[in-house]
């Protein structure tokens, strides 16, 4: 499967924006959908993740209550709503999909199986 991010931008602290993750090749339904962010210098680490059907979700700490992962599997598109934005959530986010299906969704990057290419969310002070 091959997997296309868009969305990311420049916003002011505060503000909101939405990060889409396009799945082609295979469908996504057939896979666990996560997002992740690297900033600078730092790993790659989880923020979000969503079932194949989306009734489950799971979120680092640092994102409740701000971002919310959703997917439209009509669409094979996953999304990340992301709002209240703060400068420590700059970063370069990217999709990720996990072929095992697990009782409890997975956060560690090494666990997912494709990658999109990223896309860049910048926020200012």
């Known amino acids: 499967v091959q997997l296309q991010a868009s969305g990311g931008g420049l916003v002011q602290a505060g503000g909101s924006l939405r990060l889409s993750c396009t799945a082609s090749g295979r469908t996504s339904s057939n896979y666990v959908m996560g997002w992740f962010r690297q900033a600078p210098g730092k790993e790659r680490v989880f923020v979000a993740a969503?079932?194949?059907?989306?009734?489950?979700?799971s979120y680092a700490d640092s994102v409740k209550g701000r971002f919310t992962i959703s997917r439209d599997n009509a669409k094979n598109t996953v999304y990340l709503q992301m709002n209240s934005l703060k400068p420590e959530d700059t970063a370069v986010y990217y999709c990720?999909?996990?072929?095992?299906?697990?009782?409890?969704?997975?956060?560690?990057?090494?666990?997912?199986?494709?990658w999109g290419q990223g896309t860049l969310v910048t926020v200012s002070s």
């Open positions: 969503i079932s194949r059907g989306g009734g489950t979700t």
């Open positions: 990720g999909a996990d072929r095992v299906i697990m009782t409890d969704l997975r956060i560690e990057p090494a666990d997912y199986d494709y």
